[in-house]
């Protein structure tokens, strides 16, 4: 027998989106095939990886462990939402400056989790950002600038500058 | 992989995910908690639930609540919520200390109290530091709800003493002395990997001989255990290395582990014997 398709909708990135889906529809697959945003990657699809990282009700998540019914009525955030007004964020420069990614697989992932680790945390050690970022994995094995890049964007709000997401998503 | 298909049902109340779950126990039901262990598993095709009851909803299991000598911790309390607790620090910092080594903030923020112990894995840190401290377990099912003291929930690999009808509601910790020594040592391979072996130990000392001594191993057989036998060689006794030599090795001989890919059984029991010393000496220098 089928399975019945259920409707579901939430916010993502301050738009409405909505769509009827199976049940085992993974959020990552709604986020990339119905609301069509491309940005946010499947990597090991098993929660490894965190390259599907994205915010949920202002906490990180792994849209690949989190199924598409689950965030029914929540707000979500993923990478196409860091820019405002077609200017890069101030993480985003940070990145682009410091060679922060090579071929940008694992960016998206890496970008929202540094998004977090930098709310809870402003001022990181080199140490405290490795931990942050252990759960994510850069396959062109590029962590010293991706390191480096999280510091910049740190250093940058440090001077003042505003990362737009923090605002939206943690309101 | 994607995972099989399933119904979805999302209760918004402890009764009605236990009714839910007694309809559908006979025709592969399962409980989602966080989902950081369960989904993996689904994606990969391993479990292949009919219907899957999201206990994420039920908003009265979401709580770290401290009741007499006890911490109360609600079965969907995010790991992270533990980690952030002051509470956790205060009465339990053992726990505090153990959430720390559990996957990465990211698992945190979705992994559950309630589906760790749960899920049982035999290197997983709650059930080792539940174990360690003596906690109990509180399952509801359709006759009620009953306590089942954590060495008779944690079965063996994966299993618990769960019955198919009934929800895992909350664990129960007990609150740690303020005298006692305590430490956790853990090897993984990688930051955030499962261990491969853990272990936690607690001391309690009187005028500098051994009053009482808890230590508890992970990943060195099919669930975390108490190593009594090293326990039963410290008490009454004063701390030498001699000593503590001597109940690693104890320690060690209580293990029943297996190889696997990660680790050798050869290796696993050389850890916990190792990681038993290691925590007995600081376990040792922050009792008092």
Same mark, same amino acid.
């Given at each position: 027998?089928?399975?019945?398709?259920?409707?579901?909708?939430?916010?993502?990135?301050?738009?409405?989106?909505?769509?009827?889906?199976?049940?085992?529809?993974?959020?990552?697959?709604?986020?990339? *095939?119905?609301?069509?945003?491309?940005?946010?990657?499947?990597?090991? *699809?098993?929660?490894?990886?965190?390259? +599907?990282?994205?915010?949920? *009700?202002?906490?990180?998540?792994?849209? +690949?462990?989190?199924?598409?019914?689950?965030?029914?009525?929540?707000?979500?955030?993923?990478?196409?939402?860091?820019?405002?007004?077609?200017?890069?964020?101030?993480?985003?420069?940070?990145?682009?400056?410091?060679?922060?990614?090579?071929?940008?697989? +694992?960016?998206?992932?890496?970008?929202?989790?540094?998004?977090?680790?930098?709310?809870?945390?402003?001022?990181?050690?080199?140490?405290?950002?490795?931990?942050?970022?252990?759960?994510?994995?850069?396959?062109?094995?590029?962590?010293?600038?991706?390191?480096?890049?999280?510091?910049?964007?740190?250093?940058?709000?440090?001077?003042?500058?505003?990362?737009?997401?923090?605002?939206?998503?943690?309101? | 992989?994607?995972?099989?298909?399933?119904?979805?049902?999302?209760?918004?109340?402890?009764? #009605?995910?236990?009714?839910?779950?007694?309809?559908?126990?006979?025709?592969?039901?399962?409980?989602?908690?966080?989902?950081?262990?369960?989904?993996? %598993?689904?994606?990969?095709?391993?479990?292949?639930?009919?219907?899957?009851?999201?206990?994420?909803?039920?908003?009265?299991?979401?709580?770290?609540?401290?009741?007499?000598?006890?911490?109360?911790?609600?079965?969907?309390?995010? #790991?992270?919520?533990?980690?952030?607790?002051?509470?956790?620090?205060?009465?339990?910092?053992?726990?505090? #200390?153990?959430?720390?080594?559990?996957?990465?903030?990211?698992?945190?923020?979705?992994?559950?109290?309630?589906?760790?112990?749960?899920?049982?894995?035999?290197?997983?840190?709650?059930?080792?530091?539940?174990?360690?401290?003596?906690?109990?377990?509180?399952?509801?099912?359709?006759?009620?709800?009953?306590?089942?003291?954590?060495?008779?929930?944690?079965?063996?690999?994966?299993?618990?003493?769960?019955?198919?009808?009934?929800?895992?509601? #909350?664990?129960?910790?007990?609150?740690?002395?303020?005298?006692?020594?305590?430490?956790?040592?853990?090897?993984?391979?990688?930051?955030?990997?499962?261990?491969?072996? =853990?272990?936690?130990?607690?001391?309690?000392?009187?005028?500098?001989?051994?009053?009482?001594?808890?230590?508890?191993?992970?990943?060195?057989?099919?669930?975390?255990?108490?190593?009594?036998?090293?326990?039963?060689?410290?008490?009454?006794?004063?701390?030498?290395?001699? %000593? %503590?030599?001597?109940?690693?090795?104890?320690?060690?001989?209580?293990?029943?582990?297996?190889?696997?890919?990660?680790?050798?059984? =050869?290796?696993?029991?050389?850890?916990?014997?190792?990681?038993?010393?290691?925590?007995?000496?600081?376990?040792?220098?922050?009792?008092?």
């Amino acid at each position: 027998m089928p399975i019945k398709k259920v409707a579901v909708s939430m916010t993502i990135n301050g738009e409405q989106h909505e769509g009827l889906v199976e049940p085992r529809k993974l959020l990552v697959d709604f986020i990339r *095939e119905e609301a069509g945003l491309t940005g946010t990657h499947i990597g090991c *699809e098993h929660g490894v990886c965190g390259a +599907c990282t994205v915010i949920m *009700e202002g906490e990180t998540v792994r849209s +690949c462990l989190t199924f598409a019914v689950q965030a029914e009525g929540k707000e979500l955030w993923t990478v196409e939402g860091l820019a405002e007004n077609g200017n890069l964020s101030p993480l985003q420069n940070a990145f682009w400056e410091n060679h922060g990614l090579q071929c940008g697989f +694992c960016t998206p992932g890496i970008l929202m989790t540094a998004v977090e680790l930098l709310r809870d945390n402003p001022s990181p050690t080199d140490r405290e950002i490795r931990e942050g970022i252990s759960g994510n994995l850069c396959r062109c094995t590029g962590y010293k600038n991706i390191v480096k890049s999280i510091d910049a964007a740190a250093k940058k709000y440090q001077a003042g500058e505003k990362e737009p997401v923090v605002a939206k998503a943690w309101h | 992989m994607k995972p099989a298909q399933f119904e979805y049902l999302n209760p918004s109340s402890i009764d #009605e995910a236990v009714s839910l779950l007694n309809q559908y126990a006979d025709d592969d039901a399962k409980v989602l908690a966080g989902g950081q262990s369960l989904v993996p %598993l689904m994606n990969f095709r391993l479990a292949r639930p009919k219907w899957l009851i999201d206990i994420n909803g039920i908003e009265a299991l979401d709580y770290i609540r401290e009741e007499g000598d006890w911490l109360a911790v609600g079965a969907i309390t995010r #790991e992270r919520a533990m980690e952030k607790s002051q509470l956790v620090a205060d009465k339990c910092p053992l726990l505090k #200390e153990v959430t720390r080594w559990i996957g990465h903030t990211t698992i945190r923020n979705r992994g559950t109290v309630g589906g760790c112990i749960a899920h049982n894995d035999p290197t997983a840190e709650y059930p080792l530091a539940a174990t360690l401290l003596g906690a109990e377990v509180k399952a509801q099912g359709p006759n009620g709800v009953r306590s089942i003291p954590i060495q008779d929930f944690l079965v063996t690999y994966l299993t618990t003493a769960l019955e198919p009808n009934e929800i895992l509601t #909350e664990v129960r910790f007990p609150v740690m002395a303020q005298n006692v020594g305590w430490a956790f040592q853990e090897f993984a391979r990688r930051h955030g990997d499962f261990a491969i072996v =853990e272990v936690g130990a607690m001391l309690t000392m009187d005028n500098g001989t051994v009053k009482d001594a808890r230590i508890a191993i992970g990943g060195a057989g099919p669930v975390a255990f108490r190593a009594t036998d090293a326990e039963e060689v410290l008490k009454g006794q004063q701390i030498t290395d001699e %000593l %503590l030599e001597e109940a690693s090795e104890k320690a060690g001989g209580m293990t029943e582990p297996d190889s696997d890919v990660h680790a050798s059984a =050869e290796y696993r029991t050389h850890l916990a014997k190792v990681l038993t010393r290691r925590a007995l000496k600081e376990a040792h220098s922050r009792a008092h």
